[in-house]
Nanobody, 124 residues
Framework: QEQLVESGGGLVQAGGSLRLSCAAS????????MGWFRQAPGKEREFVAA????????NYADSVKGRFTISRDNAKKTVYLQMNSLKPEDTAIYYC?????????????????WGQGTQVTVSS
């Protein structure tokens, strides 16, 4: 299994940008589908974005399409989430996750490894 460590969260005003990073170790990063999920206070964790191991396939939640971009650098074993035009409703803990398959999935249960999360707070 991958060990995953997220970074890059923080406090930003509405309309601003943040870039989250997730560094992986201990597994076969380049063969994993990588994903980002988030959990807002009082809500269940939800899918945000995912990218296949060969980087040509991505999937986004409707709520972030056109604003967020997922990417990965297999040489650095790192996946990124560029978040633009942030809204207060994007406030959540953001989690990185790894799925040991080339098939992109949006389901939590399909991801085997999880990071501890990084807080993103968007003020209005």
């Amino acid at each position: 299994q991958e060990q995953l460590v997220e970074s890059g969260g923080g406090l930003v005003q509405a309309g601003g940008s943040l870039r989250l990073s997730c560094a992986a170790s201990g597994g076969t990063f380049s063969r994993n589908t990588m994903g980002w999920f988030r959990q807002a206070p009082g809500k269940e964790r939800e899918f945000v974005a995912a990218i296949s191991w060969f980087t040509t396939v991505t999937n986004y939640a409707d709520s972030v399409k056109g604003r967020f971009t997922i990417s990965r650098d297999n040489a650095k074993k790192t996946v990124y989430l560029q978040m633009n035009s942030l809204k207060p409703e994007d406030t959540a803990i953001y989690y990185c996750a790894a799925r040991p398959s080339w098939l992109v999935s949006t389901a939590e249960a399909d991801f085997a490894s999880w990071g501890q999360g990084t807080q993103v707070t968007v003020s209005s």
